[in-house]
Nanobody, 121 residues
Framework: QVRLVESGGGLVQPGGSLRLSCTASGFTFSVYAMAWYRQAPGKQRELVANIISTGSTNYTDSVKGRFTVSRDNAKNTVYLQMNILKPEDTAVYYC???????????????WGQGTQVTVSP
């Protein structure tokens, strides 16, 4: 049974930091591409960052220089370190895993249940 379990969300002030974690089970984590998406109220879900099996990463422009995605294959866990958080980062953050070969032009694969991140004074 495939499971993706996110944790680490919460309420933080602007300029603060949070680290999200997503622990996977039920598939060969080390060969899968992993990603973080987010969905703000009234908006479509967007791809925030991804990391493939080689460790190569990509970020959406609005988080470049502030967010870092990483993975620990020994722990079957992917992380999203979020620094200098802004109110516009407020969203539900979802973990996603997809089998290679990978395309990022559409949504597919395994999903976690989401974790709420709220950035507010």
């Amino acid at each position: 049974q495939v499971r993706l379990v996110e944790s680490g969300g919460g309420l933080v002030q602007p300029g603060g930091s949070l680290r999200l974690s997503c622990t996977a089970s039920g598939f060969t984590f080390s060969v899968y591409a992993m990603a973080w998406y987010r969905q703000a109220p009234g908006k479509q879900r967007e791809l925030v960052a991804n990391i493939i099996s080689t460790g190569s990463t990509n970020y959406t422009d609005s988080v470049k220089g502030r967010f870092t995605v990483s993975r620990d294959n020994a722990k079957n866990t992917v992380y999203l370190q979020m620094n200098i958080l802004k109110p516009e980062d407020t969203a539900v953050y979802y973990c996603n895993g997809r089998r290679p070969p990978t395309t990022w032009v559409r949504e597919y694969g395994y999903w976690g249940q989401g974790t709420q991140v709220t950035v507010s004074p």
